[in-house]
């Protein structure tokens, strides 16, 4: 079994694809299908393979009739992007809070050796930017 897509079922179409766009995604125009339904749909293929899917509430009605319209924001789960640098981490922070973005947690310098932040996108969903893992810069967390 492999992992092959994440689906996010969006509030605010336009306000997700600025925030995800804002990553740095290159995410085609959303369609609405069917027609006149209001059903909006778009996703974008990761080098990897990986898919990112976005609908709106219509949209996911779609394929999940019983879809409730009102569940609790964000979650504890975190959608991680690898970033090419620990500056990067601390730029994209930045551009996504000046945006009006919540940061969650501030750029750091994560035990584990990587520069780590995460921010909110409009539906509250944590969104991870961390930069490349150097295990020299690691260290034991106090609890």
Do not use: C
């Not at 945006?99 to 310098?109: C, F, I, V």
Request: charged letters at 20%; a negative charge.
């Amino acid at each position: 079994m492999t992992l092959s897509q994440i689906n996010l079922v969006v509030q605010d179409m336009e306000q997700a694809l600025d925030f995800y766009r804002r990553l740095g995604l290159t995410i085609k125009d959303p369609v609405e299908w069917p027609p006149g339904s209001g059903a909006r749909h778009t996703s974008v293929s990761m080098a990897n393979g990986f898919g990112l899917e976005f609908d709106n509430i219509a949209g996911a009605r779609t394929w999940n009739p019983g879809l409730d319209e009102a569940p609790a924001p964000g979650g504890r789960n975190v959608i991680g992007f690898a970033l090419p640098s620990s500056t990067e981490v601390d730029r994209l922070h930045a551009e996504l809070t000046s945006a009006g973005y919540r940061s969650r947690l501030a750029p750091h310098d994560a035990f584990w050796g990587g520069r780590y932040a995460i921010v909110l996108d409009p539906d509250h969903n944590q969104v991870g930017l961390m930069g490349p893992i150097n295990p020299q810069r690691g260290f034991t967390p106090t609890v």
